[in-house]
């Protein structure tokens, strides 16, 4: 018998109310509940990594002006902005689900799926390693996913249009980003399904090829159901923490301009930022924030390093890192401890510039 899994279509929705969603389907997996597909759209968002901060990443005074809404996202990862150009697909699945726990390898079984189902339009995509999924060379969708205890979420969009002035508003982008032409460049590297077919494929079209492809990809049959009363209820509650400034700010950090020290660093795993506030005369590190478009799953692990690295000697730096995660095993898919070791240390480095 063929096995049926949920399908969701919760439409277009705020940030917070998507986030709550994300948390209230993925808690509802966790406890054992059925594999689900969910199609999203957003109205206008400004969306942070979990161990991100929306002072650093986001520029906040243009989203309260223009009515873009900001959120924290469960998942880490970088920030993003999401408007209804976007078409969001999410799957909610037991880990067991797939054979392996190897992310990269789940990541090209579930876009091979997408990829399929955007084929079934005539559109001729492409799974591009790590993440991403291609027409011709250029980018017209990026997923990711994350293990949470037992359960799996992966997630998804489709660029039906894609606004890059507003994005580059909104996000903090590094000023040689911000070029004529690296702005006409990353234009080259994106493309939509409006540019590709016009306005002749229907959202519903999407949502309905995509479904089928994850149909056969997984040999399930889906039924359109709505949140349990379980859930319903989790969502009420979660809602309203996450439409709440406690939320959007929980990782805030101070900006890099007020920083003793910094560093940045792009590793297999994401992008590291590390801040460090130093007591110069005593050599040690009185405060570390750090902050990234990484994934690291239990959540608080970067929090309690942060306090593992309160009022520490330099030289024990090495010492300190090591034994954390030989006491905290975490998972950080491609990111190391060595990686998050490598950036304290070059921001060190920068410190003993500094005081010679």
């Given amino acids: 018998m063929t096995r049926e899994w949920r399908l969701l279509d919760t439409g277009l929705r705020s940030a917070a109310e998507n986030m709550a969603l994300d948390r209230t ?36 005074e243009y989203c309260r002006e223009h009515g873009i809404d900001v959120s924290r996202r469960i998942t880490g990862g970088g920030a993003l902005y999401c408007d209804e150009g976007q078409i969001g697909w999410e799957l909610f699945l037991d880990r067991r689900t797939f054979d392996t726990a190897d992310m990269l390898a789940i990541a090209g079984k579930v876009c091979g799926m997408a990829v399929q189902g955007l084929r079934r339009l005539g559109i001729d995509a492409a799974f591009r390693p790590r993440n991403d999924i291609e027409v011709a060379g250029r980018k017209i969708g990026g ?53 590709l077919a016009g306005d002749t494929i229907t959202i519903a079209a999407v949502q309905e090829a995509l479904t089928g492809a994850f149909a056969d990809g997984f040999g399930v049959t889906w039924r359109a159901q709505q949140l349990t009363a379980d859930e319903q209820g989790l969502f009420a509650r979660y809602r309203q923490e996450m439409d709440s400034q406690a939320w959007v700010y929980e990782t805030d950090r101070p900006r890099l301009d007020v920083a003793t020290v910094s560093a940045v660093r792009k590793t297999s795993g994401g992008l590291v930022r590390v801040m460090l506030l130093v007591d110069r005369p005593r050599e040690r590190i009185k405060q570390a924030f750090i902050t990234g478009d990484f994934f690291v799953n239990p959540k608080r692990t970067i929090v309690d390093l942060e306090a593992a690295l309160r009022d520490s000697a330099y030289e024990r730096l090495a010492d300190i890192v090591d034994g954390f995660f030989a006491t905290h095993p975490a998972q950080m898919l491609l990111l190391t401890p060595a990686d998050i070791r490598a950036v304290i240390e070059e921001a060190l480095a920068q410190e003993d510039r500094a005081a010679s």
């Fill in 25 to 60: 389907l993925l808690e509802s997996a966790q406890a054992g509940g059925i594999n689900t597909l969910r199609f999203l759209r957003f109205k206008p968002s400004a969306l942070i990594g979990f161990h991100q901060s929306a002072g650093q990443e986001l520029h906040l």
């Fill in 143 to 195: 997923t990711g996913g994350a293990f949470d205890g037992e359960a799996l979420l992966y997630q998804g969009t489709v660029l039906v249009d894609f606004d890059i002035e507003r994005m580059l508003k909104v996000l903090r982008i590094p000023q040689e980003k911000l070029s004529d032409k690296a702005i006409a460049s990353a234009r080259e590297r994106i493309t939509t399904l409006n540019e």
